[in-house]
């Protein structure tokens, strides 16, 4: 199956605090299957990551601002958990924007652990079946949300998973959702 | 005015990822008043504070866990922030049990930054005038509170503040607020 995500392009949304493994371990997944991705943040520079929120475990390099990029930019969006990452980003009015657009464009949106405070946040989750770390729920509910606890959760565009241990599920079936990502949109302008 | 919580035993509910200073400027506001407080926690131990959320902040010693304590142990709980903190507390069914026990006695509840996620985990939250740190405040707001943006903000028996820029102002009210309790529960049994 490798190669299924050949010239499609992802955006990988992430701050200080993001739980290493959900960005690791499905950007290789996407790589791996032919995917480009960028790490697209609200600094330059690096990104701070943790272990299980409060043990270092290195950087990342940003490739670009969302302040420079678009939904036309991008096939796919990917949102990794960490409790910090996305307390950060939800405060930004140009992140909550670009969040909103892509899911409300069609294209595939996949988010895990505590990633799915972004659709709370957007005011997205209203009506859409999901999962999340369980501390997350009840602001999902209370956004709208019908909450399910499953490993691996797709509702239209937007796949969820609960925790690192649901990643082989989630990898395995953000591949396959974004590979069914109509690729109208900018693929013209691809360099 | 020292001398005016002599006597009162207050709560400070908190566990890893607590904001150093959210902790250990309010704990010695109240006990520069008079007041004895327990660090309460969902294990024994010690915490890890940080600063920031971020950067490595010592540590405190738990002196109570959560499930010994009751709500007629103390005149006053104060719930103070750092992300990863109240994420975690949230999750802990004894956690919110007791926090809306504690605001459903009437007595003082005083919480800062992240902390007034309890309010929307325990369900206490709506119809309040609350304030947070800004990522929390959609939170509150689909949970049914009024949210406002000010230092220190008093609703009824909880008081609320959104920041450590607040601090000189928040440890003012809760030292004025909790001398307000009715000193009636369980004073009679206090060693």
């Not at 409060?54 to 991008?74: E, H, M, P, Q």
């Not at 659709?119 to 079946?129: N, S």
């Not at 606890?149 to 395995?172: H, K, M, Q, W, Y």
């Amino acid at each position: 199956m490798a190669g299924e995500l050949e010239g499609q392009r992802v955006a990988i949304l992430a701050a200080d605090g993001v739980e290493r493994v959900e960005l690791e371990r499905p950007q290789r997944a996407l790589e791996d299957a032919g995917a480009h991705t960028d790490v697209v943040s609200i600094e330059r520079g690096e990104i701070q990551a943790r272990d299980h929120d409060l043990v270092d475990a290195g950087t990342f390099t940003v490739n670009r601002l969302i302040d420079d990029v678009s939904v036309d930019d991008y096939e796919a969006l990917l949102l990794p958990g960490g409790t910090v990452n996305p307390d950060k980003l939800r405060m930004q009015p140009s992140v909550v924007k670009f969040v909103r657009a892509f899911v409300q464009s069609g294209k595939p949106v996949a988010s895990i652990c505590h990633g799915p405070w972004h659709f709370v946040e957007a005011d997205v989750a209203r009506g859409r079946r999901l999962t999340s770390w369980p501390s997350v729920r009840t602001d999902l509910r209370n956004a709208g949300a019908e909450v399910v606890d499953e490993e691996v959760v797709t509702d239209g565009n937007i796949t969820t998973s609960r925790s690192p241990d649901d990643l082989p599920a989630f990898c395995e079936r953000i591949v396959q959702e974004f590979a069914r990502t109509p690729q109208s949109t900018g693929t013209e302008s691809r360099s």
